[in-house]
């Protein structure tokens, strides 16, 4: 459940990211204002239960590939090989992360 509060806090953080570059009238910049609000409480709500240096590298690393991934579905922007590459080594991080924490904060709590 815990991790899944960053996954949300994540998606909301695609929703703001986006936004800020789309956003041209009221109604989205105002969606764009709930995103970040939302997001981030989302994020420190995690914190409290989480690591918050890992929560915020996955919070940050699920939003930049969520937002490259909406920006070149949704927007046709331009991709090329570095940015897939740059993109996987980013997935493989966040999840290697999501990984040595829980077994750090299991080896800990056992101490």
Known sequence: ??????????VFEVGWATGLKYAND??????????????FWLLLEAAILLPTSTAYAVFAGLGTVGTVIVDTVFFNAAINIWMIIFVVLLLIGVIGLKTVTGRTTERRERS
Request: charged share 5%; aromatic share 12%; no cysteine.
């Open 26 to 39: 009221t109604l989205t910049w105002s969606l764009t204002a709930i995103a970040v609000v939302i997001s």
């Open 1 to 10: 459940m815990k991790w899944l509060l960053v996954v949300f806090a994540a």
